[in-house]
């Protein structure tokens, strides 16, 4: 059986809930080792945290997600760290870049109700102060960028980072940056998402990216492949958009092969040592002793 590993989801998200005993035997059927978990806002934290107790291969995570970030308190940087501090397994994320919420977006859109929009420097302020948090533990910062790839390489290239590397998941960023992202440290998650037709143009990057930096995402219960491929049907959320099951990693793993033309066993080992070094190698992980400088309250 093909070992299995998600770099980015949300278990936590509220149209996974009354699936969660199914889900983990979905998941152990299908020769699932360990998904990385990630919070997104101050209320989730704990939340993560329980279901790593509860669900061993929850890899937990936890940081300020760039739409959330107008909304922090604050006390968002202390309960950050304890939470990030209080498992040693814990990285930080998710957390990033988006400059489509603050441009792109539509005027009335239902997912920004209630959100106050921090405008792109704000998010690079508290982006980079999550950043030097990872480095000072050692551990993986998972990273969202949208529509703000220059902006991510010149934090990137002026703040610390984990010494153990660091996750741009779903990459949709260009192949021609994938070299300079990877000289930083970055690892690139391939999401079941690019097999929708309006996402070809990330195939391009994900025939660039190192062996040895590839890895494989789900970002469930969001971004759900096309119906044909959709091996756990959900439903739909509130919304009307299809539930992605984390399930579907083996649909993503399968499309990945496809893409870079290898068969799916040494992909899939490539892609385990590639994780376990990233998320679960406890090598170089002594804390730095560098303070932390404030990010805005």
């Not at 760290?81 to 498992?87: L, N």
């Not at 099951?245 to 066993?265: K, Q, S, T, W």
Request: charged share 20%; proline share 8%; net charge negative.
């Amino acid at each position: 059986m093909t070992p299995l590993y998600d770099a980015h989801f949300h278990l936590q998200f509220d149209s996974l809930g009354p699936h969660l005993g199914a889900l983990d035997a979905d998941l152990r059927g299908i020769g699932y080792r360990a998904g990385v978990v990630n919070g997104t806002n101050e209320d989730e934290w704990p939340v993560v945290a329980q279901l790593s107790r509860r669900f061993p291969w929850v890899v937990p995570s936890h940081g300020l997600h760039p739409w959330d970030c107008g909304n922090r308190t604050s006390a968002w940087q202390t309960r950050l760290r304890a939470a990030v501090t209080a498992d040693d397994r814990a990285h930080v994320g998710e957390i990033g870049l988006d400059r489509w919420i603050v441009e792109g977006v539509r005027p009335g859109d239902p997912r920004l109700a209630g959100l106050r929009v921090a405008p792109l420097d704000e998010q690079a302020e508290v982006f980079a102060w999550q950043l030097a948090l990872a480095a000072e533990f050692n551990r993986t910062a998972s990273i969202h960028c949208t529509q703000a790839f220059g902006v991510l390489l010149e934090v990137l290239r002026t703040t610390a980072l984990p010494a153990r590397g660091f996750l741009l998941h779903g990459y949709g960023g260009p192949a021609e940056m994938v070299k300079t992202f990877a000289d930083l440290g970055a690892y690139f998650s391939y999401n079941v998402e690019a097999l929708q037709p309006r996402h070809a143009a990330q195939l391009a990057s994900f025939k660039a990216v190192p062996a040895d930096r590839l890895l494989v995402e789900t970002d469930a219960p969001v971004k759900a492949p096309p119906p044909e491929r959709n091996r756990f049907p959900l439903g739909s959320d509130a919304d009307g958009s299809t539930i992605n099951h984390p399930g579907n990693i083996a649909v993503a793993y399968d499309a990945l092969a496809e893409l870079r033309g290898v068969a799916l066993p040494p992909l899939a080992a490539q892609v385990e040592e590639n994780f376990r070094r990233l998320f679960l190698s406890d090598a170089d992980s002594r804390p730095r002793r560098e303070p932390l400088a404030p990010a805005p309250a």
